[in-house]
């Protein structure tokens, strides 16, 4: 079967299994700021009512009436936010006046996205790490840089490749790895419904390209 044999549905399903995206930059249209957050709440609010009633929700229903608010405002304030760059996290560099010269492993940083095929989570683990070209960032800086990328419509190849981007150039350094291993709720969930299964991407530049230096940042994430 070819896919001039498919229909556009199947077509567009065919391509989101097939985990395809598209840029490195988050696709965005010229005017994706031209609404505030609270005209954007409005609208998806409206829209996703008419989700609901679609579906044959009853609406009237005291458990579901404040549902597209809820939502809407889920979207535009959390799981979504990341897509403002007012939301980017203000990172203030500092001279590393310890001379520590070694790698710094920030593991285990909590991990909650959105596949941008079909609008559910991505749960995993990032961890990434650094050698200092004389600056240094606070700890919780990375989480952030980490969290502002993950907080919109997301394939995970994007993810690591602009977490990486960011850290290089704010740290002013190529020496920079990012290790994402995570859960996607479009295989465990839906279609297939793997739920023992879960993706692994890196970014390895500058320095972690050395065989040595990676296999020492991932002995650090094994233990």
């Given at each position: 079967m070819?896919q ?10 065919l391509l989101?299994?097939?985990?395809i995206?598209?840029s490195y ?7 994706a700021?031209?609404?505030s957050d ?6 998806i609010?409206?829209?996703f009512?008419?989700?609901?009633q679609?579906?044959?929700?009853d609406l009237?229903?005291?458990?579901l009436n404040?549902?597209p ?10 799981v979504?936010?990341?897509?403002n760059p007012e939301?980017k996290?203000a990172?203030t560099?500092?001279?590393?006046k ?6 710094l492993v920030e593991k285990?940083i909590t991990?909650?996205s959105?596949c ?10 990032a ?12 700890l919780?800086?990375?989480n952030?840089?980490v969290?502002?990328y993950?907080?919109?419509p997301?394939?995970q190849?994007r993810l690591?490749i602009?977490?990486?981007?960011e850290l290089k150039t704010?740290l ?7 290790y ?9 969930s839906r279609?297939i419904?793997?739920?023992s ?7 390895f530049d500058g320095v972690?390209?050395d065989a040595?230096?990676k296999?020492?940042?991932?002995q650090?994430?094994?233990?």
């Open positions: 070819t001039q044999d498919l229909s556009a549905t199947e077509i567009e399903d989101g299994e097939q985990h995206g598209t930059d988050t696709p965005l249209r010229s005017d700021f031209d609404l609270e005209e954007k709440i409005s609208r609010s409206h829209h009512r008419e989700i609901m679609t579906l044959g929700l009237t229903d005291d458990s404040g549902t608010g809820r939502v809407a405002k889920m979207f535009v304030k959390e979504f936010s990341g897509l939301n996290p990172i560099l500092f001279e590393n310890y001379q520590y010269n070694q790698m285990n991990l909650y959105n941008e095929h079909h609008f559910v989570p991505i749960i995993g683990k961890h990434v790490a650094y050698i200092s070209s004389g600056k240094v960032v606070g919780s800086k990375l952030r840089i969290q502002y993950a907080q919109r997301q394939v190849e690591t602009q977490i990486a981007n704010i002013e350094t190529d020496d920079v790895a990012v994402i291993d995570a859960v996607h709720l479009c295989v465990s279609g419904k793997d739920t299964s879960s993706t692994i991407t890196t970014s972690f390209l040595k230096r296999e020492e940042f991932l650090y994430i094994r233990n």
